[in-house]
Nanobody
Framework: VQLQASGGGLVQAGGSLRLSCAAS????????MGWFRQAPGKEREFVAA????????LYQDSVKGRFTISRDNAKNTVYLQMNSLKPEDTAVYFC???????????????WGQGTLVTVSS
């Protein structure tokens, strides 16, 4: 299984970015997809997750109303639309796939390589 994340970059506070994660190697539509992030010196934390069909989503409280997770099962791709970005959103963002508990890293068995998002103030 391979996950390829892209879309990170440098953006000013208040700006937007859309991350993408393309999956291959198993039936994409059978698995939960999640986004996590890790800021310098901090532990990896849950950001958002989406059910296999895309009908259910879950967000970390700090990103609710600003971030939207979605998926296109025909393209084997999950997205994270990030609006109203804040400097504290600066981190490496990882996509992951699994069938476990949505909010915990242990619920996912494959991870992408990460894409860096930097939000300047």
């Amino acid at each position: 299984v391979q996950l390829q994340a892209s879309g990170g970059g440098l953006v000013q506070a208040g700006g937007s970015l859309r991350l993408s994660c393309a999956a291959s190697g198993r039936t994409f539509s059978n698995y939960i997809m999640g986004w996590f992030r890790q800021a310098p010196g901090k532990e990896r934390e849950f950001v958002a997750a989406i059910s296999p069909s895309g009908g259910n989503t879950l967000y970390q409280d700090s990103v609710k109303g600003r971030f939207t997770i979605s998926r296109d099962n025909a393209k084997n791709t999950v997205y994270l639309q990030m609006n109203s970005l804040k400097p504290e959103d600066t981190a490496v963002y990882f996509c992951a796939t699994g069938k476990g508990v949505w909010r915990t890293a242990s619920g996912y068995d494959y991870w992408g390589q990460g894409t860096l998002v930097t939000v300047s103030s």
